[in-house]
């Protein structure tokens, strides 16, 4: 497709290129000053509604930053909390002047506060829980203050550790009275057993959690959370990328990943192997497994290998990671004890459960298709052969030649990316014309328009959503929902996420750092606008056919976020509906068949009711009174048991191309798409997006006999 705006637009989404950003001199030869200084510049000279540094961003950072370091008030006192207070004011005044005290204070107290919360909780572990005691925890840990005294942190971990080993003592008790039914010679462990059981594994797990993740911490691990935490009071989705975390952000958007093809884990100062991604190195070899614990590393070009053993997950992941066509051998210990030496060649990666896959599924001797879409993901560096809108055109492609007459694109779940792809993939469905608005600050707003003339799919289209389609989905859906090109069903809105974020590389702001990498920026820039002139921020996309959900009463949006920014509207663009079906008679009768649809109103109920379980705060540490508890829950639960049992009588299947890769299957995709297919044959909503395609074929047909009477009388 021939897009003026694409090179801007990338250009805008790779970073600024604006002087100003490159005239400014930043010389600090501390490198957190150093980062502190360019974010700051960044944010006041780049954000879109930047925030004023003064008191109150000081008051709220102070907040927020304690809230992010110790959300469960188990490591600070009332005492630190003083302490700090002294600062509640003057973190602005910090800021502005480069001066880290407030960062170097609070982190030196929570150090020193884990190492005693490790004595802590050994301590209480070392001892029995009474479970007959008649005593409650409350899980709403924003109603929780800080503890005074030692006496009174002992007791808060206690009854926390308590509430964790309480889950455990319930499953092990749970399991011995099925070796009691199934056996009855079978000798039940005692209470005092099985209580300790519990307690050593509540131990096993919260070492985990210290050794393998928080003294993994550095302190620049600690410091970018302080950063994160200053530029996320700007709003949601500005947010800064350690080194580390960049990679990880590259690799999401493209939907791949250069290595061995396998997840990692660190358990006590091991490597271990947690799963291996299909298709990939590890995967293809047969040689590595899961649970193997890999000791150490070497290179190709290199004599001996690397232990890794005791170090940063994040360290040894760097040696085992490496571009594609380069070896590299594992030495790794197996369950049984044995040592191996595997070598393996890196490759690409393709996280296939991103991309865009399809399906057919017939229904009343007609054929539609669906197209599940996780994200609009992109290669920045290979737009050309890595990005959505290429995908979904592909697929389409597929689609047609199985003879479809209508298609459902599934945008449930995603939760954005590309802003370029989602136009692009606009121009799918309309011939040319305006797909979205974009303004900056103090700037005339841009229209971002498809002008390519040719259609891939010109039938009829419904789209689906939920509160958690955010960002490109709902671009996508307000654009066709403001052409009348499709009926949108969904929940009563999607996410509510109206802006636009460029990720700038701070290394780009310094003429010769000697520094190290400060990594990247999220920084929102622009907000962007539907074509009939209404903003989704806050308010989302509200579905022309509304459906309970799993969400529907759950605060998932944007507008339940700390710091959004406004809703506003501007002039529409020009733009024609398609008005090619009757749009007010197909959503009426879609919703009448969804106002009586049984399997929606029991899906009502269990999002209402879980909602009210999730209200409930207040947990007994009595084992009685908890069981009792749980038994209700498990009582109350049966009664949405037909949920999960729902068919559509509905049989989906693969497009014949990928039937043709089923028969040199290395990936185990048929199996993938099997599961798929079955979820679907499940799916009220599917269901219900074919209903509303018959509808608008019927439609179609009857606008086409009316436009043909019509010209004949002429």
């Not at 459906?547 to 501007?570: A, Q, T, Y």
Request: negative net charge.
């Amino acid at each position: 497709m021939r897009r003026k705006y694409k090179v801007l637009l990338l250009a805008l989404l790779l970073g600024f290129a604006s002087c100003s950003f490159t005239t400014k001199k930043f010389d600090n030869p501390d490198k957190d000053k150093l980062l502190i200084q360019v974010i700051t510049f960044v944010l006041e000279n780049g954000h879109y509604d930047p925030v004023m540094f003064d008191d109150t961003f000081s008051e709220e950072l102070f907040k927020d930053y304690l809230d992010v370091l110790d959300p469960v008030k188990r490591y600070f006192y009332q005492s630190d909390y003083e302490d700090f207070e002294k600062y509640k004011l003057t973190i602005d005044d910090q800021i502005k002047a480069t001066d880290i005290t407030f960062f170097n204070i609070v982190h030196e107290r929570l150090v020193k506060r884990i190492a005693e919360s490790k004595e802590i909780y050994k301590e209480v572990l070392s001892k029995p829980f009474d479970y007959n005691r008649d005593e409650t925890f409350n899980t709403d840990y924003e109603k929780t203050g800080y503890v005074k005294t030692k006496a009174e942190m002992k007791d808060r971990w206690r009854r926390q550790l308590k509430f964790s080993a309480l889950s455990n003592y319930d499953d092990i008790y749970e399991d011995e009275v099925r070796k009691k039914e199934k056996d009855s010679s079978y000798v039940m462990k005692t209470d005092a057993e099985i209580e300790k059981e519990a307690r050593e594994s509540t131990l096993r797990s919260i070492e985990i959690y210290f050794n393998d993740n928080l003294d993994d911490f550095q302190r620049e691990d600690w410091f970018a959370i302080y950063v994160n935490t200053i530029v996320e009071e700007f709003d949601p989705h500005t947010y800064y990328l350690a080194p580390n975390n960049k990679e990880d952000f590259d690799q999401r958007m493209s939907g791949k990943l250069e290595g061995i093809g396998a997840q990692l884990q660190k358990r006590n100062d091991y490597i271990k192997v947690v799963k291996l991604i299909s298709g990939g190195p590890a995967w293809r070899s047969q040689e590595l497994e899961v649970e193997d614990l890999i000791i150490k590393v070497k290179q190709e070009d290199e004599d001996q290998p690397v232990n890794i053993v005791g170090m940063r997950i994040n360290d040894a992941i760097k040696y085992i990671k490496g571009p594609k066509g380069t070896k590299v051998t594992l030495t790794v210990k197996k369950v049984d004890g044995t040592i191996k030496d595997i070598t393996l060649t890196r490759d690409v990666i393709e996280l296939v459960d991103t991309y865009a896959k399809s399906s057919v599924v017939k229904k009343d001797g007609m054929t539609f298709g669906i197209i599940d879409l996780p994200a609009f993901y992109v290669d920045f560096k290979d737009y050309k052969n890595i990005n959505a809108a290429k995908d979904v055109k592909t697929e389409i492609a597929r689609l047609k030649s199985e003879g479809i007459e209508g298609l459902v694109l599934d945008l449930r779940n995603n939760g954005g990316g590309s802003l370029p792809t989602v136009v692009d993939m606009a121009g799918l469905f309309i011939k040319e014309g305006p797909v979205v608005q974009v303004r900056s600050t103090g700037k005339a707003k841009e229209v971002l328009e498809d002008r390519d003339s040719s259609i891939s799919w010109d039938g009829p289209l419904v789209i689906l959503v939920n509160e958690i389609s955010a960002s490109a989905s709902e671009i996508m859906a307000a654009a066709m929902q403001d052409y009348k090109r499709a009926i949108i069903i969904g929940g009563k809105q999607t996410y509510g996420k109206g802006t636009v974020q460029n990720v700038i590389n701070l290394n780009t702001m310094l003429r010769n750092n000697t520094s190290g990498d400060l990594g990247a920026l999220a920084l929102t820039t622009q907000k962007y606008y539907r074509i009939n002139g209404g903003s989704v921020q806050l308010e989302g996309v509200k579905s022309d056919v509304k459906v309970p959900g799993r969400f529907s009463f759950i605060e998932v949006g944007e507008k339940d976020k700390e710091n959004p920014l406004p809703w506003d509207e501007i002039d529409s663009a020009d733009y024609t509906p398609w008005n090619y079906f009757d749009y007010d008679a197909i959503v009426k009768s879609s919703e009448e068949r969804m106002k009586n649809n049984e399997q929606l109103k029991l899906i009502e109920e269990n999002a209402k009711w879980v909602k009210g379980k999730i209200d409930e705060t207040e947990v007994s540490l009595n084992f009685k009174k908890y069981k009792a508890e749980l038994d209700l829950n498990e009582e109350e639960a049966k009664q949405f048991d037909a949920i999960s049992d729902y068919k559509t009588n509905l049989t989906f299947s693969s497009t014949s191309y990928e039937r043709s890769l089923f028969e040199k299957d290395t990936t185990d995709l048929k199996e993938k798409r099997r599961r798929w297919h079955e979820s679907l044959s499940q799916d009220v909503y599917v269901e219900e997006a074919l209903n509303v395609l018959e509808d608008m074929k019927a439609s179609q047909r009857l606008k086409k006999i009316a436009t043909t009477n019509a010209e004949v009388k002429k």
